[in-house]
């Protein structure tokens, strides 16, 4: 069975799909993340996701913890540079308790002033945890340098500074503004009939009161290749190297997806992976990513290695980059590139949470399902030709920005 759409009066959409499995899983993903930040709210969004567990008009902490947990179930929340999203697993016989739940965390958290004191601190520790792993912390620094000057580059931590001066106020001005309805997606997957579904939608978001979103998001500023080195002193070298790429209206962005997927993507046959680590030896980790969001994309190659041979890998990816550019692929190469990542989609979808988590922003932004099917046929009519052009439009070397970390 398809995902099944209901849209509340307040705009809220409710999103459904029927499986037969005694496991269920839910999810309230809203439209509102890093990028919609205020200049003094940097790490606002993550900071909501924390303390909206620490209380609400019906429980204290201790009972939104176990509320699930008490019943074998898992509740857990994450943030985007755009997206907010709290997620619940659990039995099917227990979705009532479920949808109840993560409606009271978003729609009725009270924000209890000793409770934000110490997830303050707690998030301090998050952040110098952080510092201490170079092999992240640079993704974060290298969107900075990419997007300088717009809320897009900022790290979703935010930053010591600006965590000490929130305040309930501000979370709650935060929320205003950005939780709008029209921009919330309630996604579900379980066997639940659809009408019982529609039925605790309208009691548990239903008297949620109506708030569109009234002003577009920061437009994305024009990009600027940079290059930059920062001495931190590590006992490797981490490097990145990328530049902007679609955004996820582009129908290119099949074309990129399988693109970066050759290149650097999970499967140890990766050109990357096989040309700096099982050829020569000189990195460990080597990957790349592409990730589009709604008004650009950034691509990315990250690899560690030691100071010494950091001319030497570099040279192989650009060596790489100048292949996929410059050289078609055959036929054979081709049909195989796309069977490993149809193969690795299929995979991935086979977990309900993936699936209602990926639906869910399909929804959000399409307003409609992306089909695995319908993913497959863009992806099988692919040709050769795209991907180097693709590759010419993305990858040319004035185009590519470098951090690296000494």
Known sequence: ?????????????????????????????????????????????????????????????????????????????????????????????????????????????????????????????????????????IYDDFEDLIYEGHPFGRNILGTKHHLKKFTKKHILEFISRNYNTDQLIFCSIGDIPFSRVKKLAERNLGWVAPNYRKTPRVAISQYHPKSKSVNKSTYQTHCIIGTTAYDLQNSKRIAMYLLNNILGGPGSNSRLNLALREKHGYAYNVESMYTPYTDTGLFTIYFGTDKENLEKANNLVLKELTRIREQRLGVMQLFKAKRQIIGQMAISAESNENLMLSAAKSYLVYNQPDPLESIFNQIESVSAMEIMEVANEILSPKLLSTLIYR
């Open 1 to 137: 069975m398809d995902f099944e759409l209901h849209t509340l009066n307040n705009g809220i959409r409710v999103v459904h799909k029927r499986v037969n499995s005694p496991v269920a899983y839910c999810c309230i993903m809203i439209n509102a993340g890093t990028r919609d930040e205020l200049e003094n709210e940097h790490g606002m969004a993550h900071f909501i996701e924390h303390v909206i567990f620490k209380g609400t008009k019906r429980r204290r902490a201790y009972h939104i913890m176990s509320r699930l947990e008490d019943v074998g179930g898992e509740l857990n929340a994450y943030t985007t540079k755009e997206e907010t999203v709290v997620h619940a697993t659990f039995l099917k016989n227990d979705f009532s308790r479920a949808f109840e739940l993560i409606s009271d965390i978003v729609f009725r958290s009270t924000f209890p002033e000793k409770e934000i004191k110490k997830e303050k601190d707690i998030i301090i520790d998050e952040i110098n945890s952080y510092k201490d792993n170079p092999s992240e912390l």
